[in-house]
């Protein structure tokens, strides 16, 4: 009976041991202008072949060959094909994709989640995307539902529970629900970074607050002139 159970014992340390080589992610080497990826002890799994290639992110990087984007596992084999004209890497289990004119989003199966529908679309950020069509911006959940409705000129992504969103020619801040937190006033606005956003009013740039009180004046940048 303990002979059985050394020799289970052995056969799961052996199969964890297999399990946890494998599952270590591959490093992107460059030759001759190209990618290729490496285990963690230097040996060649993929040889240098891509156009682009990333990091890993859950499990899989996104490579580029010619034109076209897809995904390699970390064992190096090509789990999505290389068929799409742009994508980004893998978050929290989707990925967004463009194929033809339209982008939509994929899981790590290759199954469509959300619709190739979109003019364009961002990647995930705090569980909602950035999303396009007919020239008008709103966001989405990760099920593909419109969480504020597509009627802003444009929009940037939420960061602090706040995002900057464009109507009728000037920018201002919404916040998850949709709700109006700071006025459309502003020429250009970013993202909150510690509280803080830069924005901009005509010739003026500034910080301001999440309440959108004036914290700071900053200097614009003007670019030296070619002589």
């Known amino acids: 009976m303990k002979t059985i159970q050394r020799f289970a014992a052995l056969m799961a340390l052996i199969t964890w041991c297999a399990t946890s080589v494998y599952s270590q992610d591959l490093v992107p080497f460059y030759e001759n202008a190209l990618v290729g990826y490496k285990d963690t002890s230097g040996k060649i799994i993929v040889p240098a072949q891509y156009h682009a290639g990333t990091e890993f992110s859950e499990g899989m990087a996104l490579v580029v060959d010619r034109q076209f984007r897809g995904f390699i596992n970390n ?125 901009r009013k005509n010739d003026e740039r500034f910080v301001i607050d999440a309440k959108g009180k004036f914290v700071r004046k900053l200097e614009l940048y003007y670019p030296p002139k070619k002589k």
Not at 165 to 177: L, P
């Open 75 to 199: 064992q190096g084999k090509v789990v999505i094909p290389i068929i799409y004209a742009d994508a980004s890497l893998f978050k929290n289990g989707l990925a967004r994709v463009k194929q033809g004119n339209k982008h939509g989003f994929i899981n790590d199966k290759n199954k469509t989640v959300i619709p190739f529908e979109f003019d364009a679309a961002g990647d995930f950020v705090n569980g909602m995307a950035r999303v396009s069509k007919s020239g008008k911006w709103g966001f989405i959940d990760a099920t593909g539902k419109e969480v504020i409705a597509l009627h802003y000129e444009n929009v940037k992504n939420f960061s602090e529970g706040l995002a900057p969103v464009k109507q009728n020619g000037n920018w201002g801040y919404i916040d998850a629900s949709g709700k109006i937190i700071i006025p459309f006033q502003y020429t250009n606005a970013e993202e909150f970074i510690n509280g803080e956003s830069e924005v």
